[in-house]
């Protein structure tokens, strides 16, 4: 076990690499895109997102959130309360700060990994008033359970939760073994879907859940930890959900993952 615990640390240190960095703002620019990297933070992998989605046609600014303890702290991110609440209360002032001063703007967010966790939990703090248009959840690591009605509250059109039972090291094994981002010691939603059982039926309506397609493979995604934040994976498949995202189609894993 404790040579798995070490192999993940340096898998995740490897990722820190060079920063992603933040689209230039432009004046009178007011449509954004906020992305919540994993633990790792702003690495270079999410700079692929980033500019699969310009190459995918989303002409709309991205804006890298970073959170958390500093890189080489950073395994103090996967599951420290204090960390998430502080992460959450941030990002929730930056959408409200946002919304206020540009009333009519399209705010979507996209999260990876504890990152979908930051966004799920901001979200619950947003008063009823303030709403984003679209969320994307690329392999989030909280639990299936996790209490979905606040954020799909606050979502005027759809909750996006990409998983994939082939991640197993991140999502099954570590997840299983020390816990998921809400403590809880299970498979993530990111590994097996969101159960929504539970939730009232105009409140599920706003979730798609999109299970691992081997096709993705082609565009670079392999099913594993870090195959949604691939620059073909974000140009073909997520950068169509931000240009038009209620023509999206409820995925087939939408009744599969009910526990």
Not at 16 to 31: L, M
Not at 124 to 146: M, N
Request: proline share 6%; glycine share 8%; hydrophobic share 45%.
């Amino acid at each position: 076990m404790r040579a798995r615990h070490t192999v993940l640390i340096l898998v995740v240190a490897i990722m820190c690499g060079c920063a992603a960095r933040s689209d230039h703002i432009a004046e009178g620019q007011h449509d954004v895109i906020f992305l919540v990297p994993g633990v790792a933070g702003p690495s270079r992998a999410y700079q692929r997102v980033i500019d699969g989605l310009h190459a995918g046609g989303v002409d709309r600014p991205v804006r890298v959130i970073a959170w958390g303890a500093p890189p080489l702290l950073f395994f103090m991110n996967f599951q420290t309360e204090s960390i998430h609440r502080r992460a959450e209360a941030e990002l929730a002032k930056m959408i409200s700060d946002w919304r206020k001063q540009h009333p009519a703007a399209q705010i979507d967010l996209i999260g990876h990994s504890a990152g979908g966790g930051v966004i799920l939990g901001a979200l619950k703090q947003l008063d009823v008033a303030v709403r984003v248009r679209a969320v994307v959840l690329l392999a989030p690591s909280v639990s299936p359970t996790y209490d979905l009605a606040p954020a799909l509250a606050r979502v005027d059109d759809r909750i996006h939760n990409f998983h994939s039972d082939r991640d197993t090291f991140f999502l099954s094994w570590r997840t299983g073994t020390f816990g998921s981002y809400d403590n809880v010691k299970t498979r993530a939603a990111g590994n097996r879907g969101f159960g929504l059982a539970k939730l009232q039926p105009s409140l599920a309506s706003r979730m798609v859940q999109h299970a691992y397609d081997p096709r993705w493979r082609d565009v670079g995604n392999d099913g594993g930890h870090f195959g949604t934040v691939a620059y073909d994976f974000a140009r073909v498949v997520i950068a169509p959900l931000l240009l038009s995202p209620s023509s999206a189609p409820p995925s087939r894993s939408s009744a599969a993952t009910r526990p």
